[in-house]
């Protein structure tokens, strides 16, 4: 149901690294407990972004909620389309959905993250 | 710990599997399948809301004229029998305890439809001011069950399942028949600026009432909605929300409902402050604002005019019908000019935003 090759956190986000190059987005599990998401705040081109900070936030019709980063880094590129159409987050958050690209320098806080099992493990403990 | 409160229809929801939460000491579905889908369904469709939280206090007796008349700002001998009125409950500084539904049955015999969260402080309110009047006074809030069919489809589905000419239940009046077979008071009222009914019956017979109207109104589209397209359809109409547009520290008349509040009926509580208030001039008005730059206003943002502080947010959200980011905001009187800018505090960042008339959404003809 998670993507196996994308690791996770426990405050909902999923990361792609592609060499120093990481992607990030909020789960499937964050975007249904969200419900209809509305709105979208991205930080701009050459922010740079600290592992446990929220770098962004996510507002449903009656909710705020910051997207918190796992990692360090520069942020490279964000999608402008989840701005524009922040239903995308809703529809495909593993894939259209997905939110920055950051240059990372530091990859080894990526082993601290959860695998898919490992997440939906978590999940499953929280009663989720 | 104080367990939530739960409504005769608390079975449906669950079945349904709405997600759940605490309103006000109530446990209500906030939402079924999405609140923006559910706000479009009522807008283009019908859909069916659980409202049983609502309070209901009976009054009886020979003064019941004249004690409402005293309690309530609007003239209550402006209605007939099987005919409702919208009205405040003022303290006598002119706050609001609440604003209500009178529902007459005949001059010695109304019933008064309160918000959930107030329904025993109004009550308690009532019984303070009671005291020189011959009147009986019930709270009969656990004896009904009360569910609203909304939307453009809600009397022809209705329609469907009573022998009651429907046409002929105008707008702000009751009849009081059977629905599906089940005694019902029918209302032709609503929250959400679409047309539709409230329909009040027994809570053991609540269940099978929902049921049967989910089931009329399956091919047509009907749906249960949750308390978050509730306030976002509210919202869009300019319906006023006790907490965000009214409340004890906020006049009737500062929320721009002058129109309910009537001077020259004879003296009612709030009357004298009220009056005074629109003599020098009314301090606060309620502006409808719309985002210019990105961002969602939300109940009580502080609202700045160029970095001075002007008033607060009452409502705001993301609006489906309109597809914009609107607002209502209580301002100081001198800013209040239709097109004038002013900015939103979103978490500490000046977001600008626009007067625009608070009319946001009035449903077609």
Same mark, same amino acid.
């Given at each position: 149901m998670n993507p196996v090759e994308l690791k996770y956190s426990k405050t909902h986000e999923w990361v792609k690294a592609e060499g120093n190059l990481v992607t990030m987005g909020i789960t499937d599990h964050a975007q249904s407990s969200l419900g209809d998401i509305v709105f979208v705040e991205l930080p701009d081109i050459d922010t740079t972004i600290k592992a446990g900070t929220a770098f962004g936030t996510v507002e449903s019709v009656k909710a705020v909620s910051d997207i918190i980063s796992p990692v360090n880094g520069k942020v490279m590129e964000y999608n402008q389309e989840v701005l524009d159409s922040p239903e995308l987050l809703n529809q495909d958050p593993y894939g259209e959905g997905w939110l920055v690209k950051v240059e990372v320098e530091?990859?080894?806080?990526?082993?601290d993250l959860l695998s898919a099992a490992e997440y939906e493990a978590f999940l499953a403990e929280e009663g989720e | 710990m104080t367990e939530l409160k739960r409504t005769s229809l608390f079975a449906e929801h669950q079945k349904l599997g709405a997600k759940l939460i605490d309103f006000g000491g109530w446990e209500m579905p906030v939402q079924y399948v999405g609140v923006i889908e559910e706000h479009k369904t009522v807008r283009s469709k019908a859909g069916l809301f659980d409202v049983s939280h609502m309070g209901e206090i009976e009054i009886k007796g020979e003064d019941s004229l004249p004690f409402l008349q005293y309690l309530l700002?609007?003239?209550?001998?402006?209605i007939a029998d099987n005919q409702i009125q919208y009205s405040l409950m003022c303290y006598p500084e002119g706050g609001v305890v609440d604003d209500v539904l009178i529902y007459r049955f005949h001059p010695e015999h109304f019933l008064l439809v309160v918000n959930a969260s107030n329904t025993d402080k109004d009550f308690a309110w009532l019984e303070s001011q009671a005291?020189?009047?011959?009147v009986q006074l019930k709270n009969r809030s656990q004896d009904y069950a009360q569910m609203a069919l909304q939307g453009p489809l809600a009397q022809q589905i209705l329609q469907k399942l009573? @022998?009651?000419? $429907?046409?002929?239940?105008?707008?702000y009046w009751f009849e009081e028949g059977e629905v599906a077979s089940v005694p019902c008071l029918l @209302?032709?009222?609503?929250?959400?600026?679409e047309d539709g009914f409230e329909v009040y019956c027994s809570p053991e017979q609540a269940s099978y009432l929902w049921q049967k109207i989910l089931e009329t109104g399956r091919e047509e589209g009907v749906m249960p909605i949750g308390l978050g397209a509730r306030d976002t359809l509210r919202f869009e109409a300019r319906l006023p929300l006790y907490g965000n547009?009214?409340?004890?520290?906020?006049?009737p008349l500062e929320a721009g $409902?002058?129109?309910?509040?009537?001077?020259?009926?004879g003296d009612f509580l709030g009357r004298d402050a009220l009056l005074k208030q629109k003599e020098k001039g009314v301090p606060r008005k309620l502006v409808g604002l719309e985002m210019i730059e990105r961002g969602i206003a939300r109940s009580h943002y502080p609202l700045q005019k160029e970095g001075k502080e002007i008033g607060f947010v009452t409502s705001g959200s993301y609006a489906p019908t309109l597809n914009k980011n609107i607002a209502l905001g209580l301002i100081?009187?001198?800013?209040?000019? $239709?097109?004038e800018t002013l900015e939103v505090m979103i978490r500490g960042k000046a977001v600008k935003a626009q007067i625009v008339p608070s009319q946001f959404y009035k449903r077609p003809k």
């Open positions: 530091d990859l080894t806080v990526l082993e | 700002t609007n003239d209550v001998s402006h005291q020189s009047y011959k009573t @022998s009651m000419d $429907l046409t002929q239940v105008k707008y @209302s032709r009222t609503g929250y959400t600026g547009e009214i409340g004890p520290d906020i006049t $409902l002058g129109n309910f509040v009537k001077f020259t009926k100081a009187a001198e800013y209040a000019q $239709l097109g």
